[in-house]
């Protein structure tokens, strides 16, 4: 349709151009991931299990990471193709050893992420320590893993980090929060260009609040949500597929030219 808008323009215009493309954009925007491999953290629950399912839908090999092994278990059950790996991820030493004989890995999805709302004065340091190793650590340790084994299968590949608008924009009460998605931003960008030589990609995603089941607790104050949604655009918060869909795409070789990208999903929220 791109093109066709493009070629009607010029033509009105008194001009005649042909546009030629790659073979490989010719098909329809159908994303298939067949034979890769997809390493799925934060797995058992929300957006990370929403991701791990669509990716399994679209034919890939899924291994679903998560430290809560009865959640991974139900997964498990709806899904008995996924492969679990039960791990806390702040524990950098048993996060190694939890990952290392995984073997292929095509694509990553660093979507596992805590939040404390602590209020400046009362920030302690245990909630500086979980969030940030968490959020910040572990995706270091995990991509660091990861990306070797990409490395030496020498097809390249794709990483996808799940930050979110609190990367860009103060949230009240969201001060350490705020920081490590901040902070996985920057290392979105830094991982792109060292992972650049390889082929292997690396780009986040940035949601506004997203109606997961815990969310839907979490934002139950009408109040709380009226304002909310005041400051975004279209009015709404995401669903899970609002996220799944962005994710997808970024990992596939239809995005194969985006790297060091913050994509936000958030109805327009950090535009105003």
């Not at 608008?165 to 009460?173: E, H, K, N, R, S």
Request: proline residues 4%.
């Amino acid at each position: 349709m791109l093109a066709y808008n493009i070629v009607h323009i010029l033509r009105r215009k008194g001009k005649s151009i042909t546009v030629d493309f790659p073979e490989r954009l010719k098909d329809k925007m159908e994303i298939s991931f067949v034979g890769k491999k997809a390493l799925v953290t934060g797995a058992s629950q929300g957006i990370g299990q929403a991701i791990a399912k669509k990716l399994v839908e679209c034919q890939a090999e899924v291994i679903a990471v998560s430290k809560t092994k009865a959640h991974l278990d139900v997964l498990k059950a709806e899904l008995p193709s996924i492969k679990t790996v039960c791990v806390d991820l702040s524990n950098w030493e048993a996060t190694e050893e939890a990952l290392k004989d995984i073997g292929p890995v095509d694509l990553l999805v660093n979507n596992a992420g805590v939040s404390r709302c602590q209020s400046l004065g009362d920030i302690t340091a245990d909630a500086i320590d979980m969030t940030f190793s968490v959020n910040v650590k572990a995706v270091i340790n995990v991509t660091q893993i990861v990306s070797g084994i990409m490395k030496k299968q020498g097809r390249g590949g794709s990483i996808v980090n799940i930050s979110s608008q609190a990367g860009m924009v103060a949230l009240l009460d969201h001060c350490v929060y705020c920081s490590t998605k901040g902070a996985l931003d920057q290392l979105t960008r830094c991982m792109a260009l060292e992972l650049g030589p390889y082929q292997i990609r690396v780009n986040s995603v940035s949601p506004t609040v997203v109606m997961t089941e815990m969310a839907k607790v979490a934002w139950s104050d009408p109040v709380k949500v009226s304002e909310m949604k005041a400051k975004i655009p279209l009015g709404r918060f995401c669903e899970p597929e609002h996220v799944v869909y962005p994710v997808l795409y970024l990992l596939s070789d239809k995005a194969d030219m985006i790297t060091g990208a913050i994509l936000p999903v958030d109805g327009g929220y950090t535009a105003c």
